[in-house]
Structures are given as C-alpha cells and as structure tokens.
C-alpha cells in the first residue's frame, strides 16, 4: 500500500529554533507535495506546496524535496509559540484506479517552548 | 462568503437515526473531497468528485453515501452509522483532481451515540 510516513513526535524546540519537519513517501512517481499546519480542533491549513526537487523559501518556510531519496522536509526558522501545531504531509498518490488524489500522513506535532 | 463552508459544526445522532452533512465551495473548483479524521490516525480519504462525478470510494461501508448535485455543492448521507464513526469529516475542494493544492473547510464534529 502507497503510504506517506512521519514521525508522530512530539517535536520540541525553544522559541526562535529552527524546527526540521520529515516525510518520506512511497510511490516514486508523485509530484506534487505539500505541508499543511493543523491547530488543535482546527482544519487543515496549506503553508506551502513543491514540485520540484531542490529547496522553496516562503517568509520563515522552506520547504525542501528530494525525489531520489523520496523525502520531503519543512523548516520553519525563528520558531514562534504560534508554530505550535501538528504539520501534516501530503503527497499525490497514484491509486489502482489511476487517480492521484493527495494522501496525507499522520502528522508530527511541534511544541515551541517559549 | 469565500472558501469552503461546512454544515453543521457539530452533529449529535444515535444509531438509527438519518443525517446528512453538507459542503459548499466558492473557490471555483472542479474537485471535491471527503475525508475522516479520527483521533491517533491520518485523514483517510472517503470519496472523490470530479466535475459531479464520483470517481474514487475508498472502500466506505454504504452507511455512508455522498451526493454531489452540482461542482459546489457536496453532501455525505448518513444512516445507521456505528460508534466507531465518531470522528471529525472534512470536506475539501481542488481545481482539479491530482495534485492540486486542497482548500479544507472547518469540519463536521460527529458523535454517535
């Protein structure tokens, strides 16, 4: 079965860290990816989306992709109290009915210790 | 209004009762979705619809059973459903099905009691 893993954490980090986010996929064909924020009895919040291989800055975000070694990361820079959240990975995947609708992974839950 | 719409925020129902949970987008898009979300676990995706047309059920029981009349309008029909079907549903809406960024409404809260 075509997954998206990551790690449930908690990830900690004190206030004004640099938070690394992981995700590895197995379908080697995807191409799109993307990071949602989820705040506790919220909805899932798109922060930032990549294609490409290589690296995509967005204010303190970056996302990062790496197609060969099929990982995807998140960096968020000065970490803030309001980063706190669960990060979910999302990846199109290519199901047997040939649609390739995104397939979201569990989440990792980042605390930001002030 | 903008964005995607949910109705209602929180439902209360027993098991035999029937509801039905409803999604409206403004965004103009082709796509729209259903997932869970139940506590510990990812979202699992429930069904797909492109242009009004399903075109994914991601083996749901048939207690559950989406309408989609028209590209903005969604509907989950629910009837006989168990305790197990306790979760928050969210609707979510793309430009297109695979690999479009999606849009998540604020969720359905669903009790069975």
């Known amino acids: 079965q075509k997954e998206v893993e990551q790690n449930s954490g908690p990830l900690s980090v004190p206030e004004g860290a640099i938070a690394s986010l992981n995700c590895t996929y197995s379908d080697r064909g995807s191409q799109s990816f993307f990071w949602y924020r989820q705040y506790s009895g919220k909805s899932p919040e798109l922060i930032m989306f990549i294609y490409s291989n290589g690296d995509k800055e967005d204010g303190r975000f970056t996302a990062q992709l790496n197609k060969a070694s099929q990982y995807v990361s998140l960096l968020i820079r000065d970490s803030q109290p309001s980063d706190s959240a669960t990060y979910l990975c999302a990846v199109n995947i290519e199901l047997n009915s040939g649609n390739t609708p995104l397939v979201f992974g569990k989440g990792t839950r980042l605390s930001v210790i002030a | 209004e903008t964005g995607v719409t949910q109705t209602p925020r929180h439902l209360v129902m027993g098991m035999t009762n029937k509801k039905s949970l409803k999604c409206e987008q403004h965004?103009?898009?082709?796509?729209m979705y259903w997932y869970k979300q139940s506590a510990k676990k990812p979202l699992e995706l429930m069904f797909v619809?492109?242009?009004?047309?399903?075109?994914e059920n991601n083996s749901v029981p048939s207690r559950f059973s989406p309408e989609c009349p028209n590209s903005s309008h969604l509907f989950l029909h629910l009837h006989t459903l168990q305790p197990e079907d306790s979760a928050l549903y969210l609707c979510?809406?793309?430009?297109?099905?695979?690999?479009?960024?999606?849009?998540f409404g604020d969720g359905t809260r669903l009790s069975i009691l």
């Open positions: 619809y492109s242009l009004e047309e399903r075109v």
């Open positions: 979510a809406s793309s430009q297109e099905v695979g690999g479009r960024p999606q849009h």
């Open positions: 965004l103009g898009h082709n796509a």
